[in-house]
Structures are given as C-alpha cells and as structure tokens.
C-alpha cells in the first residue's frame, strides 16, 4: 500500500472511529503501540546495536524528521490560505449545494503536490539515511537487515529473487530506522543496553 493511501486509510478509520469512540479507545490505542514496539524490537533484536550506533540511528532519524516537519508546515500554509473558501464550500455542502468546482481541482492540486514532495523527501531520506548510516553498521547487522527485510517481504509475497542486499538494506533503513516510533524505541533499547 502507498505512504498517502495508508495515511488515507488510516485517518478514515480513525475518523469513524472517533464518531464510535467508546471508553475502551485508549486502552486499545496504548495495545496497539505495544504491539508495534514489539514488532520493532523483533526487528532489531538480532543486530545487537551498540549504544555508539544507536545515538547514530537517533541523530539520523531527528535530522530526517526535521525536514519532514518543514513539509508539513509547508503544506500546512498552503492548506491555511484556503480556510475561507473551505468554510464556505462547506457551507454549501451542508445546504446540499455543490461545492465550487475550482476550489475542489485547487484541493486535487495540493494533494497531489502534497503526496508528489512527501514521496520525494521520503526517497531522499532514506537515501541519506542509509547511505549515511551504512559504515556504522557490521558486515554481520548489514547481512541480518538484508535477511530480515527479504523475510519480511516474502511473508507479504512479494518476489524477492534478485534483490541485492542494498535494495533490502535500504527497505529495513526505511521501514525500521524511519519511522517516527523509532527513535522512542531505540531510546529504550539504549536504556537497557
């Protein structure tokens, strides 16, 4: 599934979500965090990443959500000079009119820019990121990354015959060492290390 569609996704279920929300939620929320930790730690648990390679890890992942942050207010600006004429296309829908058509192909617009920027920096840190972060690691963690990404990927069907190591290396940088969840994970391994 792409970044934008499952970000689409999931923000439809939460929003539904949100309209049922029973007590349980957060319960439930705090259960769902714990189990992605898990399968973080799972990820990482055969490396044995020292506490030198964590703060790396930690240094990297800051610098890329940094640049993630200034897309999003970017986005958030270009969003914020539309308010007015959002409110009252709104309105119109909530009268059961249509919403003005140049306002809706100004929102198709900045949506696809939106998801065309985030795929790009995306691209770029994990370039950067694996590039950068590659002579931190063993040849031993370089060969688990590329094992466990070719696991992973083969329990999802995807046909790995071919892949080089790089390629599952950049995908395990990706999916592991970028994400937002990562650094509170790599926090708490560096606390019981």
């Not at 930790?37 to 055969?46: K, L």
Request: aromatic content about 6%; hydrophobic content about 45%; charged content about 35%.
């Amino acid at each position: 599934m792409k970044p934008l569609a499952l970000i689409a996704a999931v923000s439809l279920f939460w929003t539904v979500a949100a309209q049922d929300a029973k007590p349980a939620t957060s319960e439930v929320d705090a259960l769902l965090v714990a189990i992605a930790e898990i399968h973080w730690f799972e990820n990482v648990r055969h490396l044995k990443l020292t506490d030198v390679q964590l703060d790396k890890l930690m240094a990297a992942n800051k610098k890329a959500r940094e640049r993630e942050n200034e897309q999003f207010k970017a986005e958030a600006k270009d969003l914020l000079a539309l308010k007015e004429d959002v409110e009252k296309a709104r309105q119109q829908a909530i009268a059961g009119r249509p919403a003005p058509q140049g306002l809706l192909n100004r929102l198709k617009e900045l949506e696809k820019k939106a998801a065309e920027d985030r795929k790009a920096l995306r691209v770029k840190a994990v370039k950067e990121l694996a590039t950068e972060l590659r002579p931190i690691f063993t040849d031993e963690q370089f060969a688990e990354m590329a094992r466990k990404s070719k696991e992973v990927l083969k329990e999802q069907k995807f046909n790995v015959e071919g892949s080089e190591d790089v390629q599952l290396y950049w995908f395990y940088v990706e999916h592991v060492f970028l994400p937002e969840l990562a650094v509170e994970m790599m926090k708490k391994l560096k606390d019981h290390n």
